[in-house]
């Protein structure tokens, strides 16, 4: 079984659970096992609609939505979720790793990951959301957060100064445990509060909020979170689809927004 599409898990301002069976691809040796693919391989199509046809044959039931072409002739970009691996042309070989483009020093990969993420969080309204925005927003940003999550409860206490910043900080809930657990059953209360937000606020900063239930989109957030691989909280996820496993200062946070804004952060 494929491995779901996750960003990288060491940065300490991540509270994630331990991961298991998650392979670590140098991006040299990904792009040298991909030239020996295309040397090696048996058969390459001239037909596009053939390899694909041929592709989505062997990889029937995994789930994909797209397959396409490459610069890299005889190698595919097949969709499975919000992960991107890559197939040889006669759907024999299948490579999981980034495809870097050495003239460019960028991830094609990572830039089609950053799509499909932003894609997946477009498609959730701002109704079921908790927002928490500053008078002039400068950049919008969608935190994943679990209220017993110690780098969640650092980041939220800075919350006047991510705003003081222009940064619109969305927030879903992703109680890791689980649900109906004690973290969900917090974000349903926070949820069903009369003032949301004073509610996460008093959550947070571990003051009582009284315990209710309602509609709300808990199991929609933790879907959605699955969906993006997530492992860890804080998540957060610029408005490019770009990602931080992990806390972020707010200084540094409004430095790499301005510097993602102006095309400097590939």
């Not at 490459?70 to 490579?95: A, C, F, M, N």
């Not at 909280?233 to 804004?261: C, H, W």
Request: aromatic share 8%; glycine share 6%.
């Amino acid at each position: 079984m494929l491995n779901p599409d996750t960003e990288s898990l060491s940065n300490p301002g991540t509270d994630s659970y331990k991961l298991t069976g998650q392979a670590i691809v140098n991006p040299v040796k990904t792009a040298l096992i991909a030239l020996m693919i295309l040397c090696f391989s048996p058969f390459v199509s001239a037909d596009e609609a053939a390899d694909k046809a041929a592709i989505r044959a062997t990889l029937a039931g995994a789930g994909v939505t797209s397959v396409e072409t490459t610069p890299v002739p005889g190698l595919y970009e097949v969709v499975i979720g919000t992960q991107v691996v890559y197939v040889s042309s006669d759907g024999r070989y299948l490579l999981q790793g980034d495809l870097i483009d050495f003239s460019t020093r960028t991830s094609l990969t990572e830039g089609r990951r950053a799509s499909l993420r932003k894609q997946l969080v477009d498609s959730l309204d701002e109704s079921k959301m908790i927002i928490f925005r500053p008078k002039k927003v400068k950049h919008v940003v969608t935190v994943f957060t679990d209220i017993d999550c110690g780098y969640c409860r650092k980041l939220h206490s800075q919350i006047d100064d991510y705003l003081a910043r222009g940064i619109e900080i969305r927030y879903l809930f992703f109680p890791r445990a689980g649900a109906h657990t004690p973290s969900y059953d917090k974000a349903v209360s926070v949820w069903c509060a009369d003032d949301r937000k004073q509610a996460l606020t008093d959550s947070k900063n571990r003051r009582p909020v009284p315990k209710k239930t309602c509609s709300n989109p808990v199991d929609e957030h933790m879907r959605l979170a699955e969906q993006l691989g997530l492992r860890g909280t804080p998540y957060i996820l610029f408005e490019n689809g770009k990602s931080v496993p992990g806390y972020v200062a707010p200084d540094q946070m409004a430095r790499m927004l301005d510097q993602m804004k102006v095309g400097s952060i590939n």
